[in-house]
């Protein structure tokens, strides 16, 4: 039989305190971005996540005091590029709220209005199937339309409020 483990656990009061527990919690980083009324309209997520195969569904999470997220759910498609590690400035860039966060990148456009960064990790085409409020965000569940992957693109991780690139412990036996 072992010890048993001793943690001090805290309630969960102050929202710093918390942030520091949540960011504790590595995540992959993606941008969803599009066209709206002409103009490229776009923001990063760390809360992305993988829902449902059938029907094929993942999830991000838009915080309510987000000035982007209401111009971007009203778009006919949503484009969400996970990113590489080489668009760590790219996050940083759609993650400003202030200049214009699509200078210097190189973004494509399907026919429906969706923005795609280039040199992604995976693509994604989505529509907005549904939003749930939680708390002091909304949880949008987002349909993929079509995809695509790019299997040679390392991805780039948040994990405790900055950027990080991924490591392989062992290496694939062959």
Known sequence: ????????LAEP???SDLRR??????????SVCALVEGEPVGM????????????PLVSICA???????????GANRLGVSVLGVSHTDAAR???????????????ESSEDGALFLAGAAAW??????????????????LRVERMATSSDTEPLVFHGSR???????VSPSR
């Open 21 to 30: 527990v949540f960011g504790a919690f590595p995540s992959g980083v993606v």
């Open 13 to 15: 009061v102050d929202t």
């Open 63 to 73: 915080a309510h005091s987000s000035e982007t997220w209401p111009a971007l759910r």
């Open 124 to 141: 994604l085409d989505c529509t907005v199937e549904a939003e749930l409020h939680g708390g002091d965000h909304d949880v949008v569940l």
């Open 44 to 55: 990063v997520f760390s809360s992305f996540t993988s829902v449902s195969l059938d029907p």
């Open 93 to 107: 860039k759609l993650s400003s709220r202030q200049g214009d966060r699509f200078a210097d990148l190189d973004i």
């Open 163 to 169: 950027f990080h690139r991924l490591d392989a412990l």
């Open 1 to 8: 039989m072992s010890a048993a483990l001793q943690i001090e």
